[in-house]
């Protein structure tokens, strides 16, 4: 009887060595060689389509970086990527968020997507002092909370109507033109309502006449009562926020009315809808679209990267994928710098970003830079135009001018 | 003020077409005695048929009336003949059956989803046609001549419907089953052929209607909600049942819609309708034309 037992406590002894070296073995690993990143989006529910195309485009950007050596300060460690899905829940993006960080011990952490999910999570992150970086959460309050490890990269809600503004002032510019009177036409939302708050403010500080502002029900059937008071108030440029239905309307019913404009500037929403362009065809012609990012833009890489983007998932890079994606870069440029796993450092090299040039960089602004709040002060929008250049018409990057399509002149104002 | 004459007349055209989207809604009422939940979707499978039929032979889009019409006849015959009507003969000791209405809701549901598999969630417009932007000046004034179009057709239909129920034999054996099936039965009418005939009709009007809207309306397969809450206005103010109402409903609804934003901000506009329909049913819940007893 004896025999036996010994033998079973040599075996387990044996066993329990060699549990322990190699458990060691990986741990030494796993601080040497290995950056963990815990990424909280949504990959099913409501937003799982976009929550997949920012998981495929952090695919994409990390295989590239870690085929390229991976982080070089850091012996060529290599980017590990864990996924998990929020389901557009915030309570169960704050539970993934503790569990990535107690349980699986990440070094950083990236999502949401949804602002309702992102703004409790990321005080989590802030809890424990674990760098968060949101690629894109539009939500103004998410870097508005004194937090120390946020870092956004996509621009906030309200820089959609400073930059249609600001390229309103760069046209009269460029094109010596005098724009006074300004027309606000809005869906009658909390969208609309939102962005035409913050278009009166501007039209104040811009010294702009605002000779018509008026919400629409997004349901109506017949919108030629509002074509109409348009053109009797005689605006100089008519400034929208329409879904789909009735941006097509609208736009055909404008054209109908013969209503004389110098621009017509759009929101996204409606007027960035797939069938905008066929339904509303030649009566879209000149239009301004504001968006937040579009194929054409003039940067190197960025054909290359949408490509090979498109060859893989099938569809083009959009706004939040190329967010997605630039956040990967951003990442490795600071890990770089860090040269360490230790949150603080890698914090402090987030916080120091200058990021400029590289794969990444495929966004129509020129660097990354966080502000005190960890916002990135560069992000800006880009303004399309809608234009028939010889392949029917298509939306062509205008604005800001450095990320223009090479060769396109835009049209201003409309004839 | 010619801007006032102008937004009115465009209000009486936009809002004869509402009256024609509303023309088979009251017409299936004052029959079946069922509120149709799904005529919305039929209107959108209307929409649907002639802007096919308009894309695909390049036709003027009110040519597409002799394929519109007799499809979407043959459709309401049927949807009432196959769906409704098994459900009306379980329910047959109920004067208005609850559980017909709970069928249309699920056919307005059925219809709208399949042609959103089918046909995917894009918003269509038809191009390149004679109707397409068309518009009529006028001392200053611009009038949409494809509502010009849609206003004739709204008169014609309303009057054609108008004199078939009145002087054709079968329009005698409709009126007749509305005002008290149990009777026509007695007198040897097929109730529920007749059932299927008004159904038929009714949807034929949606699809006279759709034929009106296709040349500047948007087609998307959620359209028919749009026109449906404003039917249900259109056919309160008219009275429930009556041909001459549902028009007459509509050009007010047209009206106010067309003229209260030149004063007011649009969705004031819209509130007015609301609150409109809301007097009537305290005033006078049977509307404009309808019966002030019920039969």
């Known amino acids: 009887m004896k025999k036996p037992i010994k033998e079973i406590g040599v075996c387990s002894a044996v066993l329990w060595v060699l549990t322990m070296a190699l458990g060691a073995g990986s741990v030494c690993l796993a601080q040497d060689k290995v950056v963990k990143v815990g990424n909280i989006i949504p990959l099913s529910g409501p937003s799982a389509s976009v929550g997949q195309q920012g998981k495929n485009a952090r695919e994409m950007a990390v295989e590239e970086i870690n085929a390229a050596g991976g982080i070089k300060s850091l012996g060529g460690a290599k980017l590990v990527m864990l996924y998990t899905d929020s389901e557009s829940k915030p309570e169960k993006g704050v539970a993934e968020a503790e569990r990535f960080i107690n349980t699986e011990k990440v070094h950083v952490l990236t999502g949401c997507w949804n602002s309702a999910v992102t703004y409790p999570t990321t005080a989590v992150a802030e809890r424990y002092g674990i760098p968060f970086i949101v690629p894109v959460s539009v939500a103004d309050k998410i870097t508005e909370q004194g937090f120390k490890t946020v870092f956004r990269i996509a621009a906030k809600d309200s820089w959609w109507t400073r930059d249609q503004f600001a390229f309103l002032r760069d046209m009269e510019k460029e094109f010596n033109a005098k724009l006074e009177k300004i027309a606000f036409v809005y869906e009658n939302g909390d969208w609309g309502k939102g962005f035409a708050e913050q278009w009166k403010e501007l039209a104040k500080k811009g010294d702009y006449k605002v000779v018509l502002d008026e919400p629409y029900p997004s349901t109506a059937t017949d919108l030629s009562p509002i074509v109409q008071k348009i053109k009797r108030a005689n605006p100089d440029v008519l400034l929208l926020v329409s879904n789909a239905a009735d941006a097509i309307l609208l736009t055909n019913t404008l054209a109908d009315y013969r209503v004389k404009l110098k621009a017509i500037i759009g929101s996204g929403g409606g007027h960035a809808d797939p069938s905008f362009l066929q339904a509303a065809g030649k009566n879209a012609q000149y239009l301004f679209d504001i968006v937040e990012w579009e194929t054409d833009v003039n940067k190197p890489g960025a054909k290359e990267a949408n490509e090979k983007f498109k060859s893989r998932y099938g569809y083009n890079l959009a706004g939040e994928s190329v967010d997605a994606y630039l956040a990967m870069y951003v990442l490795a440029d600071a890990m770089e710098r860090a040269a360490s796993l230790d949150p603080v450092k890698i914090r402090e090299a987030l916080a120091t970003t200058n990021l400029g040039s590289g794969r990444g960089m495929i966004v129509g602004y020129d660097a990354v830079e966080f502000d005190k709040t960890g916002q990135n002060k560069h992000a800006s929008l880009v303004m399309v135009q809608i234009n028939d250049i010889g392949k029917g018409m298509e939306r062509i990057t205008v604005w800001p001018k450095n990320a223009r399509r090479a060769g396109y002149q835009p049209v201003f104002p409309m004839p | ?295």
């Open chain 2, 1 to 295: 003020m010619v801007f006032i004459l102008e937004d009115t007349i465009n209000g009486i055209l936009m809002g004869s077409i509402y009256g024609l989207t509303a023309l088979g809604l009251t017409l299936i009422f004052g029959v079946l005695k069922v509120i149709n939940f799904a005529h919305g979707s039929l209107l959108m499978v209307g929409m649907y048929v002639a802007y096919w039929a308009v894309t695909l032979s390049g036709a003027h889009p009110y040519l597409t009336l002799i394929l519109v019409i007799p499809v979407m006849y043959l459709f309401g015959y049927y949807l009432q003949d196959i769906v409704i009507k098994p459900i009306f003969k379980a329910e047959s000791e109920v004067r208005e059956p609850i559980t017909v209405i709970i069928v249309t809701t699920g056919v307005w549901y059925v219809l709208d989803n399949l042609t959103l598999l089918i046909f995917g969630p894009h918003y269509r417009t038809i191009q390149e046609n004679p109707l397409r932007g068309k518009m009529l000046e006028l001392g200053g004034m611009l009038i949409s001549v494809p509502k010009l179009w849609g206003f004739s057709a709204a008169v014609l239909t309303a009057a054609a419907v108008y004199l078939f129920l009145q002087k054709t034999s079968m329009g005698r054996a409709i009126r007749a089953t509305s005002l008290d099936r149990e009777a026509a039965s007695l007198m040897g009418i097929k109730q529920f052929k007749i059932y299927n005939i008004a159904f038929g009709i009714g949807t034929a009007t949606a699809g006279i209607a759709a034929v009106t809207l296709v040349p500047f309306y948007n087609v998307f397969p959620t359209v028919g909600v749009l026109f449906d809450i404003k039917g249900f206005i259109i056919v309160v103010l008219g009275g429930l049942g009556s041909i001459g109402g549902a028009i007459l409903g509509g050009m007010i609804i047209g009206v106010i819609e067309s003229v209260g934003p030149q004063f007011m901000a649009a969705t004031w506009a819209e509130g007015i309708v609301y609150g409109l329909f809301l007097l009537f049913l305290f005033v006078k819940p049977s509307g404009l034309f309808g019966v002030r007893y019920d039969w």
